[in-house]
């Protein structure tokens, strides 16, 4: 009944709840200022050793990592209404439920190390530093969206990243093409170069893994396997669904990709594997979202509803770590609540901004084409008809 | 080339019997005339890449067999071990892998020079080479460059059949973002390559494996180490006045070679190498046709939706056309996948008496 993701990611639960101590030691009731915890294992491969499942996080890291899951899931639930009320059109792929991998790698890198994702981006692009306004403001087109609303949902670009691509896999080249030039130039930065689970067969992965293990590229592989490759279960796709094994010689890690501090524990030590000159390392995150593929698809005609909901209920990242701050004494209830109402009013604003503000003006449909090329006319609609690209 | 080789053996001659007339009848300084210096297009290709390579460290290239084996047409030859593995990349047989790290190299900042062996296998890596690299400095509004060179052999060879023949022209041309040049003289190789490895911009560069040991005079100024042609720009090969003919890669030589036949019967053709695909230039083709009021376009590649068509249509919707004594002809491949026995290869590719003919046609002689 349930699908072979949603069995893995719920056998994540299945083995021992995540137990904590408290750390400092002041009274029972203090708000303390850091806590540990155990994360569920992790599945290696070709490792002997891997991340630790004793993670540690302070108070400030715990509320920062809960705010910027919460303003994801926020703009995604916003994206969304935008959708249904037809304001953004085209493609629109939510990153609802999958909230804890892109918060969560992010925690172990450095905004000098770079990423590269496919369509599924809006989330990675807010924690790469694009400001949820024009990420929506893309989104509907406007001329403060990040790419000036020229890109839309699936063309998103920031510093050190590099959306945000439409073509199934062709990232994942690019990605180790990233680690190529870091490699190149002595820097001891890392690329991540993400794709899902329907992706993951693509002959131009195996291209790319071959090519990164060849030549100890510093890239990072990440599957983010949500159970289903658009309405297609990964059992129905994948003749092996242990995406974290298909490296073959590129060592691999699973980790439970709605825990946010698993996932930073696990990118920290693919992150070390990286900058230590090893080569390339595979982690596969075990995520779920709860949206359909896209905004056309209601992902319910190859799910069961009752999965949907039990993930929710059970395994949903934002609630997972709000539980555990609370019982842990990091945080209180409050906080958290405010920091809810905070995110609100702020996606609330960013909306009303992307819902106003203008587009481009037509003449602007001439431009960007070529860099630091003197003006040239480029034709339009007709044979009387040029516009000017500067 | 025969023209170019005794117009060489001529200059020594006369540099000889200058020297000799100096020494037996008057007291004069030496003085000795230049002698045009001559390289092939593979060196010329050689040449730009390693200039390229030693002013610039960001530059580096990667293909099959580019390092170690000297190039699979030579073209490489030298390189890597001037500059060894970081700079001169062996790849293995994966297109659409080695294409796309390329292209996130440059999306990283460095400049990668991409050789496809011939352009038929850039198909497996077209989608590197377009969605990649072509539009993403658009879809980014700006943010994103992608300063790559896509490089290699394009178009028919010798015998290769039909799956190893094939020319990009059109498809690459067809799409905006991309700068697409094709060389035909040395001198071109070497300019455009240069400025292609230069330009910010996605360039794809298709050269002709059957020009590259054909050897071209080079002057000073082509042999410099800051000698660029410009992208966009086309070239008259030869002025004439009755009948243009427009052409690319080593189709310009056949144009060259039906000019010198027809000159014989006093019809003086005027020659355009385009040398630019994408941006065409325009400017030189509509003034061509406004002095010949004639144009024959001359290609390799398949007439449908090829090079001359697009020629056609522009030359129909500017205002050259009112200039037209005739419609404008093109000289073409034979639309057929190519086939290998000799005979019938010879009678694919477009010939010096289909040219000839087709100039007649259009000036409406015999």
């Known amino acids: 009944m349930l699908s072979c993701a949603a069995r893995l990611v719920r056998a994540q639960i299945q083995s021992k709840p995540t137990a904590c101590w408290v750390v400092a030691a002041r009274g029972y009731a203090d708000i303390v200022d850091e806590a540990t915890f155990t994360t569920n294992e992790y599945a290696l491969h070709k490792l002997d050793e891997g991340p630790s499942q004793t993670v540690t996080v302070t108070r400030d890291d715990a509320l920062k990592y809960y705010r910027q899951m919460q303003t994801i899931r926020r703009m995604e639930t916003a994206a969304g209404n935008l959708y249904k009320s037809k304001v953004i059109r085209g493609f629109c792929h939510l990153y609802s439920g999958q909230e804890a991998c892109a918060v969560g790698m992010e925690a172990a890198l450095t905004p000098d190390d770079h990423v590269i994702t496919a369509y599924r981006a809006h989330g990675w692009t807010y924690t790469r530093g694009v400001p949820p306004v024009n990420i929506l403001a893309e989104l509907t087109g406007r001329k403060t969206g990040c790419a000036k609303g020229k890109g839309g949902s699936m063309h998103m670009y920031g510093k050190n990243f590099y959306g945000g691509n439409g073509i199934v896999g062709a990232q994942v080249p690019l990605g180790a093409g990233i680690a190529l030039a870091l490699k190149y130039t002595g820097s001891n930065n890392v690329c991540v170069a993400l794709y899902g689970d329907g992706a993951a067969n693509q002959g131009q992965v195996f291209e790319t893994y071959n090519m990164a293990k060849l030549w100890d590229l510093p890239v990072i592989f990440v599957c983010e396997n949500n159970g289903y490759g658009m309405g297609t279960a990964v059992e129905r796709a994948s003749a092996s669904t242990d995406y974290y094994t298909r490296g073959d010689y590129v060592p691999g890690i699973r980790a439970d990709g709605m825990d946010v501090l698993a996932v930073r524990e696990a990118t920290r030590f693919a992150a070390e594997w990286c900058r230590s000159g090893k080569g390339p390392m595979l982690l596969e995150v075990a995520t779920y979202r709860y949206h359909g593929h896209s905004m056309s698809d209601p992902g319910t005609t190859y799910r069961p509803r009752e999965e949907i909901q039990e993930m929710r209920k059970t395994r949903d990242p934002i609630t997972g770590l709000r539980e555990k701050l609370i019982s842990a004494n990091i945080a209180t209830a409050e906080e958290m609540k405010q920091i809810d109402l905070d995110v609100r009013a702020e996606i609330d604003k960013a909306v009303e901004q992307a819902k106003t503000d203008p587009e481009l003006p037509v003449e602007e449909m001439y431009t960007d084409i070529f860099v630091d090329e003197p003006p040239f006319k480029v034709r339009g609609t007709n044979p009387f008809m040029y516009g000017m690209s500067k | ?366």
């Not at chain 2, 310009?252 to 003086?268: M, R």
Request: proline share 4%; net charge negative; charged share 20%.
């Open chain 2, 1 to 366: 080339m025969v023209g170019n080789i005794s117009r060489r053996n001529m200059a020594a001659l006369q540099t000889l019997a200058r020297r000799c007339s100096t020494s037996i009848f008057k007291r004069h300084f030496s003085v000795s005339s230049p002698v045009a210096a001559q390289m092939t297009v593979r060196d010329a290709l050689n040449t730009a890449m390693n200039e390229e390579m030693k002013r610039d460290e960001s530059v580096f290239l990667l293909g099959e067999e580019v390092a170690e084996y000297d190039g699979a047409y030579k073209v490489s030859r030298g390189l890597w071990r001037k500059y060894g593995d970081k700079r001169v990349m062996d790849t293995p047989i994966t297109e659409m892998g080695f294409a796309g790290i390329a292209v996130g190299a440059a999306m990283a900042g460095l400049k990668p020079i991409c050789e496809f062996m011939t352009f038929n296998f850039s198909m497996q890596a077209i989608d590197q080479v377009i969605n990649s690299a072509a539009k993403t400095f658009y879809m980014s509004a700006g943010k994103q460059t992608v300063p790559i060179v896509f490089r290699g052999p394009n178009g028919a060879a010798a015998g290769v059949a039909a799956q190893h023949s094939q020319c990009f022209a059109a498809w690459y041309g067809h799409c905006p973002g991309l700068k697409v040049v094709s060389p035909y003289s040395s001198e071109d190789a070497k300019g455009l390559l240069k400025s292609a490895i230069r330009d910010p911009n996605p360039v794809v560069c298709m050269e002709n494996e059957l020009m590259y040991g054909t050897a071209f005079e080079m002057s000073d100024e082509a042999m410099s180490e800051e000698f660029l042609v410009p992208i966009g720009k086309a070239k008259i090969e030869r002025e004439g006045t009755h009948c243009t003919l427009v052409s690319h890669s080593k189709s310009v030589g056949l144009c060259l070679e039906a000019a010198q036949i027809l000159e014989k019967e006093n019809i003086f053709c005027e020659v355009i190498n385009l040398r630019t695909i994408r941006p065409m230039d325009e400017e030189t083709l509509i003034n061509s046709v406004k002095k010949t009021n004639h144009l024959v376009t001359v290609e390799g590649g398949w007439p449908q939706f090829g090079v001359g068509a697009e020629i056609v249509a522009k030359v129909m919707e500017s205002d050259a056309f009112d200039y037209l004594d005739s419609p404008v002809y093109r000289v073409t491949g034979a639309d057929i996948p190519m086939p290998y026995a000799a005979t019938l290869e010879r009678a694919t590719l477009p010939g010096t008496q289909d040219v000839v003919l087709t100039v007649k046609k259009s000036l409406h002689i015999q």
